[in-house]
């Protein structure tokens, strides 16, 4: 082999001499040796481009396909076949190319056409490089030998990847924020809005007349989940001093989308009109309080906030840092009535359901169902409950409420640790009380599930 390359260098040398000039010098390297020419000239600009690769169209963390390139072309080489990425045999066939393929077949089609020109460019990359590669029988036959062999991929765990997958924060924001969205009825919702009914026509006119003044983005709430969030998202990017983003990746509690519901109406001015909202803060709300802060919504808008954003920061390396994301929105209203006088007013209160299990007279260690809400003024705390599905949304997508016996369990927040801390579950120091309950789970605020704290034991 030396002697090959010895040759081939001579040539190039003398010709390189002869001419002058480096012409004549790459396309006899080129001839040479394909595959390193490939790898420089096609590969290594993905490495390094600050730009992240087609596979941030699904993946908005913990893969890239950067990671699956090595400084050197033999390394990168010896890896991907070593770890199975690259089939020598049948080169077309090779899984690093399905993996890039993987965006064509995504259902989004606008995130499709977005990324196809990086695609393109991978794939044409990959494939003319895995196919000089597997021609070229010195590298078909080298091992990786020399002391750690080199590794290429993500270096997260499988669950991790499937966390900060695009698919399942859609998924997390259909039940998280999207399920809430009749408290943003009629002004957001444009797509809940039906001609064909009478009792409509009044909220249809409404939303017209405030999309006339405030423009579209008025409609927070598209046609489906994926739609929605993707806006939200996409309008968050345009960063002011004077205008806070809908989502707040830096501060999440401090996100347009929670600080606009949870706020009043501007100030009246003399005239009686109102002074133009504000978007900063103390950030005002033309539609008013539609949400308090604490509440169940509350919650589960801000869990949701807080996870996108900490996935996107590429927060979550390991298993253990990942949250359940295991809330199922329902219409099931819990009320508690005759809370204890000391309670101060708008204490946040979280209710946990526990089902009765199989032994007699024991109840489930973990709860079935979750809510959270603030104490008003006549010592009531409303919530509608979260069923605690399995987690990470695998199975078990419909969990019921069948009537019968169960625990409540209530804490409050008596030393404001939601404030700090708003998508936090409260410990056992911040513990009430709990009762045992005949439960029929009916639907909507008007079939609410009412019983007495006075009962808390
Ligand atoms: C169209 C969306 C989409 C794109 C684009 C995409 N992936 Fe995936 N990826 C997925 C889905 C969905 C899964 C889960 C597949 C499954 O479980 O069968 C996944 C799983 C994975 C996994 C987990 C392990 C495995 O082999 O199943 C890895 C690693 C991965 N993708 C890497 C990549 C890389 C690298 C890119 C870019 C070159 C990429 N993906 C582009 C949707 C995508
Ligand atoms: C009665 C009508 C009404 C309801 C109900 C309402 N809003 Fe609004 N909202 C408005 C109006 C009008 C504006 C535009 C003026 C402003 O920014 O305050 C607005 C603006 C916003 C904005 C700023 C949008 C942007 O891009 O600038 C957000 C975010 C928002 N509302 C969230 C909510 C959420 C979340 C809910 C439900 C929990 C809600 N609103 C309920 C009327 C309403």
């Not at 519901?261 to 002074?275: A, C, H, I, M, Q």
């Not at 103390?282 to 802060?293: A, E, I, Q, T, Y």
């Not at 009535?337 to 000391?342: A, G, I, L, R």
């Not at 309670?343 to 260690?365: G, I, M, S």
Request: with cysteine; proline share 7%.
């Amino acid at each position: 082999m030396d002697s090959i390359v010895c040759l081939r260098l001579k040539f190039a040398t003398a010709l390189f001499l002869l001419t002058g000039s480096l012409f004549f010098f790459c396309p006899v390297a080129d001839a040479a040796d394909p595959a390193l020419d490939l790898f420089e000239q096609r590969i290594m600009p993905i490495f390094k481009s600050p730009k992240p690769s087609s596979c941030v169209q699904c993946h908005l963390a913990s893969v890239d396909l950067k990671d699956y390139i090595l400084p050197s072309h033999e390394q990168t080489f010896i890896a991907l076949r070593d770890e199975g990425l690259i089939d020598i045999d049948n080169p077309d066939q090779s899984k690093i190319l399905k993996l890039i393929e993987m965006g064509t077949k995504d259902p989004d089609k606008h995130a499709k056409l977005i990324h196809r020109r990086t695609r393109d460019a991978e794939l044409a990359a990959f494939a003319a490089w895995i196919k000089a590669c597997s021609a070229d029988e010195q590298l078909r036959a080298m091992s990786a030998t020399s002391g750690v062999a080199a590794r290429v991929g993500p270096t997260t765990t499988d669950r991790v990847i499937r966390h900060t997958r695009k698919d399942r924060l859609v998924d997390s924001f259909e039940r998280n924020v999207w399920s809430q969205r009749m408290r943003c009825f009629p002004c957001h919702t444009p797509n809940e809005l039906d001609p064909s009914k009478p009792m409509h026509a009044k909220p249809i006119q409404r939303h017209r007349e405030l999309v006339e003044k405030f423009g579209k983005r008025m409609d927070i709430f598209r046609e489906t989940p994926a739609e929605s969030m993707k806006a939200l998202i996409n309008s968050s990017r345009r960063h002011s001093d004077d205008h806070l983003p809908l989502i707040n990746i830096d501060s999440p509690a401090e996100s347009l989308l929670v600080l606009k519901p949870t706020n009043k109406l501007p100030k009246k001015k003399s005239d009686g009109t109102f002074e133009p909202p504000s978007y900063k803060l103390p950030v005002s709300h033309m539609g008013g309080l539609k949400m308090h802060k604490d509440d169940h919504s509350y919650k589960s808008f801000l869990a949701w906030i807080e996870d996108y954003a900490r996935t996107v920061r590429e927060e979550y390396t390991s298993d253990d840092q990942l949250p359940l994301d295991n809330w199922l929105a329902t219409d099931i209203v819990l009320r508690l009535t005759n809370v204890p006088e000391q309670l101060e007013n708008l204490t946040p209160l979280q209710l946990f359901v526990y089902r009765a299990a199989d032994k007699r007279d024991t109840w489930q260690t973990e709860p079935i169902a979750f809510t959270q809400g603030l104490v008003t003024p006549r010592k009531i705390v409303n919530g509608s409950l979260f069923l605690l599905t399995q987690p990470n949304g695998s199975g078990n997508k419909e969990p019921k409420l069948a009537p019968g016996r169960y625990l409540i369990k209530v804490y409050a927040d008596k030393t404001g640790r939601l404030k700090n801390d708003p998508t936090a579950m409260l410990p056992e120091d911040d513990y009430l009380g709990e009762l045992e309950l005949q439960a029929r789970w009916r639907h909507g605020f008007k079939q609410a599930e009412i019983h007495s704290a006075t009962q808390l034991k």
